[in-house]
C-alpha cells in the first residue's frame, strides 16, 4: 500500500482515481455510506462544472462514485478514521499504514450549539428541501449566501421566513435583492431551541446557515491557517509525506471542481515522489 486517502468526496475521489491511473496502489477510506461529499446533501442543480451540464449535486456524486467504481478503486465506506499517529490510520473497522497520507476530508456546517433534529437543519441542502415548510413560520439564521438563498427557497415553497442576523449581512447583493420581502432582523437575539423560540417569539422551524469548518481526524498536528489545514503549492502539509486537498485545505475557492484539481495534483505529486 503506497497512500491512504481519507474522505471520498470530489478532492478524495480525484485523488484515487488518478493514484490508480498513475499506477499507485492506495485505498480510499470514507466515513459514511456513500461517496461524493457535500455534493451528495444537494438536490440543486450544479451549474459550476466546465464541460457538466443538467446534474443535480447528488447526481454528480453518484457519477464520482460511478467513476471510482470503474476504475477500480479500494473503497472502504462506512469507515471513519478515528485516530491518525504518523503514517497509522485507525478508522472504526480497521487500521491502514502507507508512506503518504491524503487528508480529504473537506468541510462541515458549522452548528453554532444548535442539535439537528426534524425542526433544526444545519446547513444549506437536502435537509433543508425535506422539511415541511408550507403556511409554517421559519428562522433562518446566518447573514451569507446560504442563509439567503435558503430563506428564498424556503419562500418559494409558501414558508413564512424571518432571518436573523447578528450584523449586517455579508450575502451577495443580488441573493439580497431577491428576496425584498423577507424580514431581516439584524442584531443579537436569543434563540431557545427547545421551546422554538426567537426573542421569546415562537417558530416552527430552524435552519442554520453559520458557514462551514474543516474536518480534521484527530491526532495530526498540521499547522492550519484559520482552521484549514495549511498546504504547500504541492498539497503538502507541515507533516512530511501527509498531504491535503479540496475544503480542508487553505488553498483554493472551494468547489467541486477546484477540489477535484486539487486531488489531481495531490496525486501526482505522490507518484512523482514514489519514482524518486
Ligand atoms: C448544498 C450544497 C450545494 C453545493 N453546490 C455546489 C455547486 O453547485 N457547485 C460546486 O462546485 N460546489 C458546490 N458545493 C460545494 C462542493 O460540494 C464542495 O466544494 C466539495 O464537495 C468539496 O469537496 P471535498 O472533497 O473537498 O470535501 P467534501 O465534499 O466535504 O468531502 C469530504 C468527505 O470526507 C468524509 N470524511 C470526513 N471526515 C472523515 C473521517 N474522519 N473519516 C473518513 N471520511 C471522512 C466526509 O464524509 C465526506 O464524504 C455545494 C455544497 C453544498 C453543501
Redesign the pocket.
Known amino acids: 500500500m503506497d497512500a491512504i486517502i481519507?474522505?471520498?468526496?470530489?478532492?478524495?475521489?480525484s485523488c484515487a482515481i488518478w493514484l490508480k491511473k498513475l499506477g499507485v496502489e492506495c485505498v480510499l477510506?470514507?466515513?459514511?455510506a456513500q461517496?461524493?461529499?457535500?455534493?451528495?446533501?444537494?438536490p440543486?442543480?450544479?451549474?459550476?462544472?466546465p464541460g457538466v451540464q443538467g446534474k443535480t449535486?447528488q447526481q454528480v456524486a453518484a457519477s464520482l462514485a460511478d467513476h471510482a467504481k470503474a476504475v477500480g478503486i479500494d473503497v472502504r465506506l462506512g469507515?471513519?478514521?478515528?485516530f491518525v499517529d504518523g503514517q497509522q490510520v485507525t478508522?472504526l473497522v480497521g487500521t491502514y499504514s502507507a508512506p503518504y497520507l491524503v487528508i480529504?476530508?473537506?468541510?462541515?456546517?458549522r452548528t453554532g450549539g444548535f442539535t439537528a433534529s426534524d425542526r433544526i437543519i444545519i446547513?444549506?441542502?437536502?435537509g433543508m428541501e425535506t422539511l415541511d415548510v408550507k403556511g409554517r413560520r421559519v428562522a433562518i439564521f446566518g447573514g451569507g449566501d446560504n442563509a439567503f438563498d435558503q430563506a428564498r427557497f424556503v419562500r418559494d415553497r409558501g414558508g413564512e421566513v424571518t432571518i436573523f442576523s447578528r450584523s449586517a449581512p455579508r450575502a451577495q447583493k443580488l441573493l439580497q435583492d431577491m428576496i425584498p420581502d423577507v424580514p431581516v432582523v439584524v442584531g443579537p437575539y436569543q434563540a431557545d431551541q427547545d421551546a422554538m423560540t426567537i426573542n421569546s417569539e415562537a417558530f416552527d422551524a430552524f435552519g442554520v446557515m453559520f458557514g462551514?469548518e474543516a474536518?480534521v481526524?484527530d491526532g495530526l498536528a498540521l499547522d492550519l491557517d484559520n482552521g484549514y489545514v495549511r498546504v504547500d503549492r504541492f498539497g503538502e502539509t507541515s507533516e512530511p509525506g501527509v498531504y491535503a486537498?479540496?475544503?480542508?485545505t487553505d488553498y483554493w475557492h472551494?468547489?467541486?471542481?477546484?477540489?477535484a484539481a486539487?486531488?489531481i495534483q495531490v496525486a501526482k505529486q505522490i507518484s512523482i515522489r514514489l519514482q524518486r
Open positions: 481519507i474522505g471520498g468526496g470530489p478532492a478524495g475521489i477510506l470514507e466515513a459514511s461517496l461524493g461529499g457535500l455534493q451528495t446533501r444537494s440543486y442543480e450544479n451549474l459550476w462544472i449535486g469507515c471513519p478514521v478515528l478508522s480529504a476530508t473537506g468541510s462541515q456546517p446547513g444549506p441542502g437536502v462551514f474536518v481526524p486537498c479540496g475544503e480542508v472551494p468547489c467541486v471542481t477546484t477540489s486539487h486531488g
